[in-house]
């Protein structure tokens, strides 16, 4: 079945980094685009950063442009997320992000708290 595990978060400073991680299996991973979302304590979801299959073409929400950098490697079917900058308003639940057969896929998650 579909499986997203998350992880690479924990507690960092602010104006720190953290790379995170999704390791994905049951599905062809470089055929899916992926995304990663966040919640913030007290708050809903809120999408970050999308690619492509391929990894060619990134977006990103203005609040995370020139902070944050997401990639992929098809090869380990991963996906990151470079978290540069840091500041206490990202702290959050990190999720990657699968749309497949109609329905948002995500895993359990992993903590980033920003905090001095």
């Known amino acids: 079945q579909v499986q997203l595990v998350e992880s690479g978060g924990g507690l960092v400073q602010p104006g720190g980094s953290l790379r995170l991680s999704c390791a994905a299996s049951?599905?062809?991973?470089?055929?899916?685009?992926m995304s990663w979302v966040r919640q913030a304590p007290g708050k809903g979801l809120e999408w970050i950063s999308g690619?492509?299959?391929?990894?060619?073409?990134?977006s990103y929400q203005d609040f995370v442009k020139g902070r944050f950098a997401i990639s992929r490697d098809n090869a380990k079917n991963t996906v990151y997320l470079q978290m540069n900058s840091l500041k206490p308003e990202d702290t959050a639940v990190y999720y990657c992000?699968?749309?497949?057969?109609?329905?948002?896929?995500r895993g359990k998650g992993t903590l980033v708290n920003v905090s001095s």
């Open positions: 992000n699968l749309f497949y057969n109609g329905v948002n896929i």
């Open positions: 049951g599905f062809n991973f470089s055929h899916y685009p």
């Open positions: 690619i492509d299959s391929g990894g060619g073409s990134a």
